[in-house]
Nanobody
Framework: VRFVESGGGLVQAGESLRLSCAAS????????MGWFRQAPGKEREFVAS????????ANVDSLKDRFTISRDNAKNAVYLDMNSLKPDDEAVYFCNEVNPLLRSRGPLFNYWGQGIQVTVSA
């Protein structure tokens, strides 16, 4: 299965963005999915995840009031809505398959797409 992220770009602090992750190959509707990000000079970190049917999600506490994960299995896509963006949110964002029960904050497989850059100006 291949994941391709899109929707990033340059925004000003306080603005919003919606990231999309399109899946090809495999059976996307059966996968739990997650978003991760990596800022320059930092480790890649977990942002949010969602079960295969969208019934449950997990979020980083510090981001849950601003970031929302969702999915549309008919479109083989998972989304990350990011509001009130801050310069600290600037990073490359990645999507990946995660544990089906959201029991881990790591990817199920250590195979990543190119990610999408989000740049936030102060």
């Amino acid at each position: 299965v291949r994941f391709v992220e899109s929707g990033g770009g340059l925004v000003q602090a306080g603005e919003s963005l919606r990231l999309s992750c399109a899946a090809s190959g495999g059976t996307f509707s059966s996968y739990a999915m997650g978003w991760f990000r990596q800022a320059p000079g930092k480790e890649r970190e977990f942002v949010a995840s969602i079960t295969w049917n969208g019934a449950n999600s997990a979020n980083v506490d510090s981001l849950k009031d601003r970031f929302t994960i969702s999915r549309d299995n008919a479109k083989n896509a998972v989304y990350l809505d990011m509001n009130s963006l801050k310069p600290d949110d600037e990073a490359v964002y990645f999507c990946n398959e995660v544990n089906p029960l959201l029991r881990s904050r790591g990817p199920l497989f250590n195979y990543w797409g190119q990610g999408i850059q989000v740049t936030v100006s102060a």
